[in-house]
């Protein structure tokens, strides 16, 4: 036996039939609302709510259809003339978002009431100043392949990985070493380097194969890039805006603290202004650009460049040459 579809206004609509048929054979009389809520499943307060706006709507159907909930004021609601300068700051900055505009805006107007970000951003929806962005489908990851696939057994494979390198109290570099199983994920040695070159990981190797008394099939390195040497000191323009970067890899910039790169720790930065974008500095490492900065909203930090650079250009620029 099928099931039988129903909906709100089906069940409103049967509701007040009902009600209107008690009430005939009562001859005006009084019909048992609790009852009648009872067997509807709704309460004695919506029962008669109902029933008044059928009354009031002499008797039609469509009188008990759902109402708009909308109230009929709203006092937190943002005037024509805000809307209107929103509007007329979109379109003198056509390629400024919410965020920007609200610090121009608050900036502009000190004392005004300004709407936060997000209601910015609805009102250049309402007003056909934004379209929504195309979300872009991602494709499923690759899986895992070799080595690790035949990886069936303990001694297989071993893994041996750099994991980057730290700065010790005294200001020497570290280099953690790990040598790992490959299937019971058995961490076999985790050795610091001060120089990561093959004579001390070799070092390492003879140790962990005297210890365990044997030889895996393989050994899987994830990378074969070699360790560059110190950074270059780059050069600058004898006018440039030049600033240094502290230990915590950090600049002073508009007098507040720029995060610009922990790997830049005491070096130099180049910050020259834009002209083509109103209120960005770019920041340089030599010719190699980093990101740049926001002068109207410069507690956003750093933006980091969104481009892949070549293995030319940062090792020429980045490493010194042995």
């Given at each position: 036996?099928?099931?039988?579809?129903?909906?709100?206004m089906?069940?409103?609509t049967k509701?007040?039939?009902?009600w209107e048929r008690?009430?005939?054979?009562?001859e005006g009389g009084?019909?048992?609302?609790a009852e009648l809520c009872r067997?509807f499943?709704?309460s004695r307060?919506t029962?008669y709510?109902?029933?008044e706006r059928y009354?009031?709507?002499?008797?039609?159907l469509?009188?008990?259809?759902?109402r708009?909930r909308?109230?009929k004021t709203?006092?937190?609601?943002?005037?024509l003339?805000?809307e209107?300068?929103?509007?007329?700051?979109?379109?003198?900055y056509?390629?400024?978002?919410?965020?920007?505009?609200?610090?121009?805006?608050?900036?502009?107007?000190p004392?005004?009431?300004?709407?936060?970000a997000s209601v910015i951003?609805?009102?250049l929806m309402?007003r056909?100043?934004?379209q929504?962005?195309?979300?872009r489908q991602?494709?499923a990851a690759a899986?895992?392949?070799?080595?690790?696939?035949?990886?069936?057994?303990?001694n297989d494979?071993?893994?041996i990985?750099?994991k980057?390198?730290f700065?010790?109290?005294?200001?020497v570099r570290?280099?953690?070493?790990t040598?790992?199983?490959?299937f019971s994920?058995?961490l076999?040695?985790c050795?610091?380097l001060?120089?990561?070159?093959g004579e001390h990981?070799?070092?390492?190797l003879?140790?962990?194969?005297?210890?365990?008394?044997?030889?895996?099939?393989?050994?899987?390195?994830?990378?074969?890039?070699t360790?560059p040497?110190?950074?270059?000191?780059?050069?600058?323009?004898?006018?440039a805006h030049?600033?240094?970067v502290?230990?915590n890899?950090?600049i002073?910039?508009?007098?507040r603290s720029?995060?610009?790169s922990?790997?830049?720790k005491?070096?130099?930065?180049?910050?020259?202004?834009?002209?083509?974008v109103d209120?960005r500095?770019?920041?340089h490492?030599?010719s190699i650009?980093?990101?740049?900065?926001d002068?109207?909203?410069?507690?956003?930090?750093?933006?980091?460049?969104?481009?892949?650079r070549?293995t030319?250009?940062v090792?020429?620029?980045s490493?010194?040459s042995?």
């Open positions: 036996m099928p099931w039988k579809a129903t909906d709100a089906k069940e409103r509701f007040v039939l009902e008690r009430w005939n054979e009562a009084l019909v048992n609302m067997m499943g709704v307060q029962g709510t109902w029933v009354r009031e709507g002499n008797h039609q469509g009188a008990v259809a759902e708009s909308r109230p709203s006092p937190h609601a943002i005037s003339e805000m209107d300068l929103i509007v007329a700051a979109r379109k003198y056509p390629r400024w978002g919410p965020k920007k505009l609200h610090a121009r805006l608050v900036e502009r107007n004392g005004k009431y300004v709407p936060s951003a609805k009102v309402r056909g100043l934004t929504p962005r195309r979300r991602r494709s899986g895992v392949t070799a080595p690790f696939s035949d990886c069936e057994k303990p494979v071993w893994c990985d750099f980057g390198w700065v010790t109290g005294d200001g570290c280099y953690p070493l040598l790992i199983d490959a994920r058995f076999i040695r050795e610091a001060v120089d990561p070159d990981v070799q070092r390492i003879d140790s962990a194969f005297l210890e365990f008394g044997l030889r895996p099939a393989a050994v899987y390195a994830r990378s074969r890039r360790y040497c110190p950074l270059v000191e780059p050069s600058f323009e004898p006018f030049v600033a240094r502290d230990k890899g950090a002073k910039w508009n007098r720029v995060f610009i922990s790997a830049l005491h070096e130099y930065v180049e910050l020259e202004e834009s002209c083509q209120g500095w770019d920041v490492w030599g650009l980093i990101g740049w900065l002068a109207h909203r410069p507690e956003r930090g750093l933006i980091y460049a969104r481009r892949r070549g030319s250009e090792s020429a620029m490493f010194a042995d």
